[in-house]
């Protein structure tokens, strides 16, 4: 397997001039988009769950900005997000419009903060984004509440009163929100309703990115209406209902409450096989379309609304968790393009994803039909 990589490595980077240079030729200077690079990303043994993953977020627009913006603020300290801050810079100032970067520093300090990460086994690309968007996110609260503390200190020092009490509640949930969460953050809604005494309890559940079973010949569209089917608790998962004071048989769905600006999608394509006790991948074909909107949202959702244009999908190829490869595809200034490493191409692919990112901009810039 490592061999075969690195062969395959060498193959590449041999022919990576002429890769370059064809996409800007098969683009055509005229068409490339302005301020827009297709940058490939070297793998460092198996590295391409992390390559693939960072790819299609540096296409998320208010995702690449936001870490872009970072990189201009004063270095508190090396972290992750430093060190993507780092890596979409200099992909952003790259002079030329096509070539390879290799990420070293982001996964050096990848494999140093989790050992999850710290070996050259095939990862799971949706672990790792979860991980990369938790992480970040806890960064930047740990910043807001240093910086928080800092002022703190000040007023204490100018009037000899503390500020402590305030900061709970309203200010604590303020706290905890960070341009993560404005990006990619929505609300799920649980309700279960009793079948003896029809009360219903509704219970709401934050989400970066939401998980959905996938099936034979389907779409995104289908898998996201199974993921909120009504599911009917009985027999040992009877529900205790607080009503009636005892199990009771009830029916449950989750919906939407509150759309993100970003919608990411896992479809669980690992499933554990019981009776093989292994893992197994599920190789169904689920198409994606180009704009999606939801329908499984709940009556009080605020956006309901949001249309999603594709940004991009990570795609697994290969048979098993632990082997494989992971491609990105995106779709960028009206251009396909598919990220394999550190080869870009131009494509007309439209395979099975395994990770679907969408994008609908916030008002007041939203699309308005003609
Ligand atoms: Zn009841």
């Known amino acids: 397997m490592e061999i075969l990589m690195t062969?395959?490595?060498?193959?590449?980077?041999?022919?990576?001039?002429?890769?370059?240079s064809a996409l800007e030729k098969e683009i055509g200077p005229e068409q490339f988009p302005v301020n827009e690079h297709y940058f490939g990303l070297v793998n460092f043994g198996n590295t391409c769950y992390c390559n693939s993953v960072?790819?299609?977020?540096?296409?998320?627009?208010?995702f690449r900005e936001k870490v872009l913006a970072y990189k201009v603020q004063p270095r508190r300290k090396e972290s992750l997000l430093a060190c993507l801050a780092d890596l979409f810079n200099s992909i952003a100032t790259q002079k030329k419009k096509v070539g390879v970067i290799p990420p070293k520093k982001f996964i050096s300090r990848l494999r140093k903060e989790n050992e999850l990460f710290d070996n050259y086994m095939q990862q799971d690309a949706h672990e790792f984004l979860n991980y990369l968007l938790n992480t970040i996110a806890d960064l930047l609260q740990e910043e807001k509440s240093q910086k928080r503390q800092q002022n703190g200190k000040l007023v204490q020092n100018g009037n000899g009163e503390g500020s402590e009490g305030e900061g709970e509640g309203e200010g604590a949930k303020e706290m905890q929100q960070t341009w993560v969460h404005e990006i990619f953050q929505g609300t799920l809604t649980n309700e279960t309703r009793c079948l003896n005494c029809?009360?219903?309890?509704?219970?709401?559940?934050?989400?970066?990115?939401?998980?959905?079973?996938?099936?034979q010949n389907t779409s995104i569209t289908h898998c996201l209406r199974g993921f909120s089917n009504t599911e009917t608790l009985c027999s040992e998962y009877?529900?205790?209902?607080?009503?009636?004071?005892?199990?009771?048989?009830?029916?449950?769905?989750?919906?939407?409450?509150?759309?993100?600006?970003?919608?990411?999608?896992?479809?669980?394509?690992?499933?554990?096989?019981d009776q093989l006790h292994r893992y197994t991948k599920l190789s169904y074909r689920v198409v994606f379309p180009l704009e999606l909107r939801l329908f499984n949202t709940s009556g009080d959702a605020?956006?309901?609304?949001?249309?999603?244009?594709?940004?991009?999908?990570?795609?697994?190829?290969?048979?098993?968790?632990n082997r494989g490869h992971y491609i990105t595809i995106v779709k960028s200034h009206g251009f396909w393009l598919l990220f394999d490493d550190d080869i870009v191409e131009s494509t007309e692919l439209h395979?099975?994803?395994?990770?679907?990112?969408?994008?609908?901009?916030?008002?007041?810039?939203?699309?308005?039909?003609?």
């Open 54 to 62: 960072l790819q299609a977020l540096y296409f998320c627009r208010p």
């Open 238 to 273: 009877k529900y205790y209902c607080e009503q009636c004071r005892s199990k009771q048989e009830a029916q449950k769905r989750m919906r939407v409450k509150k759309l993100p600006m970003i919608l990411a999608l896992h479809l669980k394509r690992f499933k554990y096989m």
């Open 351 to 370: 395979p099975d994803p395994e990770l679907y990112l969408g994008y609908d901009p916030p008002p007041p810039k939203k699309r308005r039909p003609l």
């Open 7 to 20: 062969v395959r490595k060498i193959a590449s980077i041999c022919t990576m001039g002429a890769n370059a």
């Open 302 to 321: 605020t956006n309901p609304d949001r249309m999603y244009d594709l940004v991009a999908v990570v795609v697994h190829c290969g048979s098993g968790p």
């Open 198 to 215: 029809e009360a219903v309890s509704s219970k709401d559940e934050d989400f970066l990115d939401l998980s959905v079973d996938v099936e």
